[in-house]
Every structure is written in C-alpha cells, then in structure tokens.
C-alpha cells in the first residue's frame, strides 16, 4: 500500500534486488510486516504511489511499455525516472539506479549545472557532482546570487576557486592541430553549397549504441580533409564521423538530403560535409581547490556506487 492505492505484485522480484526488502520479508508478521494477502498489505509509509508506478513500470515491464516500433525501448519521461531513481537509491537497487541515472543523462544533457549539483547531492551521484561542480568553475557568467540556491557555504568555494583559477585555465580554449576534432550534431551542413542549415540535427540516437542525441550532441572525427579547424567551416568525410559514447558511426547506412538540393548525403560514404569544430577546453577537474573542496564528497557517492549502494 503506497498512499491510498494498493499494489498488487510479487514480492521475490523485491527481495532480488533490494537487500531492504529482503530483510524485510525476514521479519516475522507480528512487527508490522506482512504482505501474504491483500487483507494484510504491506504498507510503506512516506513515498509517493507516483515514484512507487514509475518503479514498477522498470521492475515489471509489458509489452506495451518495452516495444517501441520494431525496438524495445522503456519509454518513461524524465519525471518518472527521477521517481524510480529516487525509490532505488533509498532501497538498494543497485542495477534499476544506474540505469535510471544513465537513462536521466540522455534524456536530460543539457541539465544546468546548479541543478545538477542539486541532484547529486539528493541522489548521491557522484559523476553529476563533478560535471556541475567543473562546469561552474568553467562559466564566466553565473553570480553568487545564482549560486544561493547550493547554500552560501558551496557557492563561497565555487567562486573561491573560479577566483583562484588563472586566466588561462579559465579562458584558455583553443584549437587542437590534430584529432579528434569535436563538433556538435546540428553544425553538420552540407559540404557542397554555402547553406548554413543542418543535415542531421533531428537524428534521434546513435543507430550503433543507441545513445540518445539533441542538436547539441557532441560528435567527433579524427581527420580533417579541407579548411581550418579555427574557422566555422571545417570538411571531413562523410563516414569519419564517430559516436562520441561508442566511437562507431552513429548514422550507418543513413542518408540525408541538402535543403538546397545538392542531393542526398550517403553518411558511409567519402562524401565532403561541412562542421564547426569546437576548441579544446582545459580540463579544470585537475584544479587543486576542486580535489580539496569536493573530491572527498566525489569519492563517497562514486564508492557507494562501486559497492552496490
């Protein structure tokens, strides 16, 4: 019983993956735990029936919730996997809470950077912690007003170590000679003409890993074959183009058709497109102050991970 709705499902799917159940089911029914009959619920107080569903759409999944097309896809929006992320990490589901964290970071790759410290820290991720944390120190934008909502005493260490940065580290982006070379997905334009609209910027996932894309998904290539890679038109082959999660082509036999009708693009092939490669940012994990400040934190939520939870 979660809220006022009874759920009715197995109890051995629990006690398989949640040493909390598990030791539960053990108790005898005398202390409150039961859950033989419908008579005799277990009822577990404080959650939300909302998160409770969303789990059990991962926990036992039908036909109508896995088959996607000619796919098997487990299509939950991101609220839902918050919920399941929420309910596994408070009862030890080690397996179902990797992979709603890796499920939230395709569906959301843009989440800011002060939200994503915020989820960390609620769900105790320790990759999210890092790449807000990092991604903070890196903006030249945000405020102290911005960082209130991290409390005065972490937003105090961010702009303390933003502070403590040099120009360089801060500022010091630029272009690598040679590869890999990174650009987005929606940079991808024709190689052909002079139009600056995208060929691919709708392409939903990498067809090789499934990894999910948006217009601002970073791809990557290792040769270059015209221009300067410091200019907004860099020329690479068409089937030099790589995954950056899988290092495969994440467009297979696709095609794709100029919008100035030059014809279609054949993404296996050695035909020329045009990009934007972005510069290399210096990597500012490496910064002291973020070890001092952060890294014992980082370390915790990463070895809770590391021993199931």
């Keep these: 019983m979660v809220e006022d709705e009874l759920f009715g499902v197995g109890r051995d799917e629990f006690a398989a993956i949640s040493d909390v159940f598990a030791g539960m089911y053990l108790l005898p029914s005398n202390e409150g735990v039961d859950g033989r009959d419908e008579s005799?619920?277990?009822t577990l107080e404080g959650y939300l029936k909302a998160d409770f569903s969303s789990l059990l759409k991962v926990m036992?999944?039908?036909s109508r919730s896995l088959i996607y097309g000619n796919e098997l896809k487990l299509d939950l929006d991101t609220d839902e996997w918050m919920g399941v992320l929420k309910l596994s990490t408070i009862w030890n589901m080690s397996s179902i809470r990797q992979y709603a964290i890796s499920r939230i970071s395709q569906i959301e790759p843009s989440i800011p950077d002060i939200e994503k410290i915020r989820l960390a820290r609620t769900h105790r991720v320790g990759r999210w912690l890092e790449e807000g944390v990092n991604g903070l120190i890196a903006s030249s934008t945000v405020t102290l007003s911005q960082?209130?909502?991290?409390g005065w005493k972490t937003a105090a260490i961010?702009?303390?170590i933003r502070e403590s940065s040099s120009n360089k580290a801060r500022t010091g982006a630029a272009f690598s000679a040679t590869g890999p070379?990174?650009?987005r997905l929606d940079s991808i334009r024709c190689g052909y003409c002079k139009t600056t609209a995208s060929l691919v910027e709708q392409h939903p996932q990498c067809n090789n890993c499934r990894l999910a894309f948006h217009k601002a998904s970073?791809?990557?290539c290792q040769n270059i074959v015209g221009g300067s890679v410091d200019t907004d038109d860099t020329w690479i082959h068409a089937?030099?183009?790589q995954c950056l999660d899988c290092l495969v082509s994440p467009f297979g036999g696709s095609s794709f058709?100029?919008?100035s009708g030059c014809g279609s693009f054949h993404m296996n092939s050695a035909q020329k497109i045009r990009v934007t490669v972005e510069p290399v940012i210096p990597e500012l994990n490496s910064h002291p102050l973020v070890e001092e400040y952060f890294g014992e934190e980082i370390k915790e939520y990463k070895l809770h991970d590391a021993q199931g939870l």
């Design 40 to 42: 005799h619920p277990i």
């Design 147 to 150: 960082l209130e909502p991290l």
């Design 60 to 62: 036992y999944p039908t």
């Design 181 to 183: 070379h990174r650009f």
């Design 158 to 160: 961010i702009c303390h």
């Design 218 to 220: 970073i791809l990557t």
């Design 257 to 259: 058709s100029c919008t």
């Design 239 to 241: 089937s030099h183009i």
